[in-house]
């Protein structure tokens, strides 16, 4: 049987402390129904080493090729660039902060032997210490989107495989996930969460980079659902709740953090609101710069 062939997309701005280990981890792939056609990088705007670290790597690998945007024009453009040069039918899309396991890519794109498997979605982890309030607050996220995910919700984010339907998503966007969904489920297509595909995020370290993230990402709904008419699953307030009380610790410390974390997210969508009705422009992002750091 003919193995599904995968391009691999992996968006980079000023990345030279991850993106050769991320580079590494694709190379190493353990693949079985799965063929990595190609490995495209592309840098934005970078300032730093990281289109020589990238360079260096496709010298030495036919796969790998790198694709410069001289400006920083957006996590948007640079999939759609992505999506453009990509010859497979099926795009693996890759933050350059992350760290797969060494079978994410199978996972992620063995479900597309189904012709009707239009997006699949894989399982963070943060590398953050659960000891601090910041690395609770990490953990506690990410496991509400699992549990929301495996609960019969879909909420992409991270890594995620799709299909080469469509040729472009709107260029302002600030949730490309959010963006790429409603595109697959209008054609009819299907969206798999795979919860066994694990790679490893680092979430914020200060309450003010948490801050950054969550009222972007927010803003970034609200734009999803008037411009596309669509809301993720994590824009209901009663599929958030649900989560929450089946996770909620509540021994005291556990808690009091919980209750902390849902008063800054309150918080973080307000500011995420007031930004959308003001149309403050989120296309380029401001960086979470704690978040790059994975240690790992």
């Known amino acids: 049987m003919a193995k599904i062939s995968a391009s691999v997309g992996i968006t980079a701005h000023n990345e030279e402390a991850n993106i050769g280990k991320l580079l590494d981890l694709m190379l190493a792939q353990e693949l079985q129904?799965?063929?990595?056609?190609?490995?495209?990088?592309?840098?934005?705007?970078?300032?730093?080493?990281?289109?020589?670290?990238?360079?260096?790597?496709?010298?030495?690998?036919?796969?790998?090729?790198?694709?410069?945007?001289q400006k920083r024009e957006g996590k948007?453009?640079?999939?759609?660039?992505?999506m453009r040069e990509a010859g497979a039918e099926v795009l693996v899309l890759s933050s350059a902060d992350l760290q797969p396991e060494v079978d994410v890519v199978e996972k992620l794109v063995r479900p597309f032997a189904d012709p009707e498997m239009g997006m699949t979605n894989c399982r963070p982890l943060p590398v953050n210490d659960k000891a601090t309030f910041m690395g609770f607050t990490a953990h506690l996220l990410w496991d509400l989107h699992h549990v929301i995910n495996a609960s019969g919700g879909f909420k992409a984010g991270e890594?995620?495989?799709?299909?080469?339907?469509?040729?472009?998503?709107?260029?302002?966007?600030?949730?490309?996930?959010?963006?790429?969904?409603?595109?697959m489920r209008g054609q009819g297509y299907q969206v798999q969460y795979v919860p066994q595909a694990i790679v490893y995020n680092k979430g914020p370290d200060t309450v003010a980079d948490f801050l950054r993230q969550r009222r972007r990402i927010y803003a970034g709904h609200l734009d999803v659902r008037e411009s596309l008419g669509y809301a993720v699953s994590t824009m209901s307030g009663t599929t958030v709740l649900r989560a929450?009380?089946?996770?909620?610790?509540?021994?005291?410390?556990?808690?009091?953090?919980?209750?902390?974390?849902?008063?800054?997210?309150?918080?973080?969508?307000?500011?995420g609101w007031r930004d959308y009705k003001s149309k403050r422009n989120h296309t380029v992002w401001e960086i979470a710069t704690t978040t790059k750091e994975l240690g790992k």
């Open 76 to 82: 948007a453009s640079a999939i759609n660039l992505f």
């Open 244 to 271: 929450l009380l089946r996770h909620l610790d509540w021994r005291p410390r556990p808690f009091a953090w919980t209750m902390a974390v849902v008063g800054l997210e309150v918080y973080g969508r307000y500011l």
């Open 159 to 183: 890594m995620i495989a799709f299909r080469k339907a469509f040729t472009r998503i709107p260029q302002h966007t600030a949730v490309d996930e959010a963006s790429i969904e409603p595109i």
């Open 33 to 69: 129904t799965v063929a990595i056609a190609e490995i495209l990088v592309v840098a934005s705007g970078c300032t730093d080493g990281t289109e020589a670290i990238v360079q260096e790597y496709a010298e030495r690998n036919g796969r790998i090729r790198l694709l410069v945007q």
